[in-house]
T-cell receptor, first 111, second 118 residues
């Protein structure tokens, strides 16, 4: 069956360090992969989208990689700040309609 | 345009009652999605529309759930005979789909409607 797995444990890091979050998937052939940020009690907010033929994408302090051979995406936040503390969700889309979400990784950045 | 709007923000209902939620998407977006999210889980797909056509419904969606998008604008999600297991955050999102073979951009989500069934 299709499965999306994100870091099962919450991630705690010190301010200024780089946070790296993982999204692994099985039995999917996604056309593209998205990353979202979600704060408690709010809807997810779109951050970045990467297509199957792209290896890496950057936006300000964010970087996403996509390895379709490993079936894995890595999401990096450089120079992390306490304001980056949130739950981060990855979502896959096969270009057939809906996106399917992972359960998210909670990141806490300590000052 | 102020983004995706969902009403009400919170709803408490007694088991067995019917509830209806409303979603107003971004006006330029042609796709509208409903997701359900429980604590500690990611959003779970329920259904989506392209314009006024409902293109897919999750197999997890029982016949107590129905969604409409008349005239391809706002959408409503109705749950009949609510059960305690229906307690969750119901999220609406919209996006632009450019056609077969193209790629969608990210979804814009509303703040959700939190349903509590007592």
């Amino acid at each position: 069956s299709q499965k999306i797995e994100q870091n099962s444990e919450a991630l705690n890091i010190q301010e200024g360090k780089t946070a790296t979050l993982t999204c692994n998937y099985t039995n999917y052939s996604p056309a593209y992969l998205q990353w979202y940020r979600q704060d408690p009690g709010r809807g997810p907010v779109f951050l970045l989208l990467i297509r199957e033929n792209e290896k890496e994408k950057r936006k300000e302090r964010l970087k996403v990689t996509f390895d379709t051979t490993l079936k894995q995406s890595l999401f990096h936040i450089t120079a992390s700040q306490p304001a980056d503390s949130a739950t981060y969700l990855c979502a896959l889309n096969t270009n057939a309609g809906k996106s399917t979400f992972g359960d998210g990784t909670t990141l806490t950045v300590k000052p | 345009d102020t983004g995706v709007s969902q009403n009400p923000r919170h709803k408490i209902t007694k088991r067995g009652q019917n509830v209806t939620f409303r979603c107003d998407p971004i006006s330029e977006h042609n796709r509208l999605y409903w997701y359900r999210q429980t604590l500690g889980q990611g959003p779970e797909f329920l259904t989506y529309f392209q314009n006024e056509a409902q293109l897919e419904k999750s197999r997890l969606l029982s016949d107590r759930f129905s969604a409409e998008r008349p005239k391809g604008s706002f959408s409503t999600l109705e749950i009949q005979r609510t059960e305690q297991g229906d307690s969750a955050m119901y999220l609406c999102a919209s996006s632009t789909f450019l056609g077969q073979g193209s790629f969608e951009y990210g979804y814009t989500f509303g703040s959700g409607t939190r349903l509590t069934v007592v």
